[in-house]
């Protein structure tokens, strides 16, 4: 068995760092490739109601992720922190009970998908156009959801045991296995991608590319088997180990809970402000979703960071070795400011020209050039709050965690969105996200201070 735990105790910090980081952000990019395949290549056959079903569909399919981050998220943290507390055994028993819990939440929500998926998407707003090419996609992601939750959190406890590469590989495989299968399943023999006559093609549209993302998540769980059975993972796969008892279903949950309602409340709040910015007309929705897509990647890049350091503050933690977990935190930090500062002197410099990348249309570039300016200028400080609630994950501050996650995307950010735009309007939308953000990097510094404050009070009394 390869002891993938070097990285946390030998390494010197930036190695360390680089080493736990750099994959989980590369992965992070790929994700957003990912997550614009189905759209992109489903958007080539020409059919604007098979694009909305993908659309429409999407909130449905954050109920897998946040399954998946329930005990993906939840088991590294534990993971991570048992490591550096050397309960090497407990280890075994907490990957046990998250792959097989997530495996039969994974089944439950599958067939619930499956048997309701009409009511289910006339309720997320398809209409009767898209109904039936909804139902074709969500059906394929239903039959395949316990591969969808299972690879999602397989993923998250490999990193815990600090095989940060490997952890990587395994995501990437089934999300070039899906942009891969996904022009041969929805396209057809003789139509065109990028210029080129294609040879091949199944022509089966919006079920294709449900079947394209089921398959490379099929092709990703297999690679993690291959892994387990070769022994080079201390976790473990054998349901005799399952247990929720002496705190692990506790330790997994305190964590994992926060973590998958943030997704939820991503998906709400992108809701709720396309609701509000309807009333400002359809260009105002183009503009703030183009926006949003732009600075998705300066924040992939940061949480991806802050995650890919989790496990080895996690570890530090559990180790009680508190001057390198603070070196760790400080030094991510840093990395984080830098990327979000040059982030964003690039986006301010060249906003217009990244916006027209996305549309062609002078009233939406314009909107969208005031918006980009809103949600990138946080970019400098908002790198801080994601290392910090990663690094309250790994050492398992399940309450800060919490109100952190709830707070950006929820209790915080929705109501500053209809105060704002009730008494300043659109441009009151336009900073509201940004006004948020502020807010919680200033919460996570404050619950930082506190926490530091109480494990500097319990080295001085020797415990």
């Not at 093609?201 to 398959?215: E, F, S, Y």
């Amino acid at each position: 068995m390869k002891d993938n735990t070097r990285v946390f105790k030998d390494y010197k910090v930036p190695k360390a760092v680089a080493t736990m980081a750099l994959p989980s952000m590369l992965g992070m990019l790929i994700n957003i490739v990912y997550n614009l395949a189905d759209t992109f290549f489903v958007g080539q056959t020409g059919d604007s109601n098979q694009v909305a079903a993908v659309s429409v569909s999407m909130p449905l399919f954050f109920f897998f992720l946040a399954i998946g981050n329930l005990f993906g998220i939840g088991g590294c943290a534990f993971i991570s922190r048992s490591l550096g507390e050397g309960h090497n055994d407990r280890v075994k028993t907490i990957s046990s009970f998250c792959i097989y819990g997530s495996l039969v939440l994974g089944i439950l929500i599958g067939i619930i998908f499956f048997v309701f998926r009409q009511p289910l998407l006339y309720l997320v707003g398809a209409s009767d156009n898209t109904i039936d090419f909804a139902q074709d996609y969500l059906k394929w992601v239903a039959v395949g959801a316990p591969f969808s939750v299972l690879s999602i959190t397989v993923c998250n406890l490999v990193r815990g045991e600090g095989a940060a590469k490997t952890s990587m590989i395994g995501s990437v495989l089934g999300q070039v296995v899906n942009v891969i299968l996904d022009p041969i399943f929805i396209l057809d023999k003789g139509d065109k991608l990028f210029g080129i006559t294609l040879p091949f093609g199944l022509d089966m549209g919006v079920a294709g590319a449900a079947i394209a993302t089921v398959l490379g998540n099929v092709f990703s769980v297999i690679f993690f088997l291959i892994y387990f059975l070769r022994g080079k993972s201390i976790l473990s796969i054998t349901p005799k180990r399952f247990s929720m008892k002496n705190g692990i279903a506790k330790g997994v949950i305190n964590v994992g809970l926060p973590a998958s309602l943030n997704n939820l409340l991503m998906s709400i709040s992108n809701i709720i402000v396309n609701i509000v910015l309807v009333s400002y007309g359809d260009n105002a929705v183009a503009a703030m979703g183009v926006a949003m897509k732009a600075n998705m990647l300066v924040i992939m890049l940061q949480i991806g960071l802050g995650q890919g350091v989790q496990p080895l503050i996690g570890y530090c933690y559990g180790a009680k070795n508190y001057s390198r977990m603070k070196k760790c935190m400080g030094f991510s930090i840093i990395c984080n400011i830098v990327i979000g500062t040059a982030m964003m002197l690039f986006y301010l410099v060249f906003r217009e020209n990244v916006i027209s990348m996305f549309i062609d249309d002078a009233d939406v570039v314009d909107l969208g050039v005031k918006m980009l300016t809103a949600v990138m200028s946080p970019g400098p400080v908002i790198g801080i709050m994601f290392v910090l609630n990663f690094a309250f994950q790994g050492m398992g501050k399940g309450i800060q965690t919490f109100i952190l996650s709830v707070g950006r995307q929820g209790v915080i950010y929705i109501p500053l969105l209809f105060l704002l735009n009730k008494f300043v309007g659109l441009d009151g939308i336009i900073w509201a996200q940004a006004t948020a953000d502020f807010f919680c990097v200033i919460m996570s510094i404050v619950m930082y201070i506190i926490i530091m404050k109480g494990i500097n009070k319990k080295q001085a009394l020797g415990r």
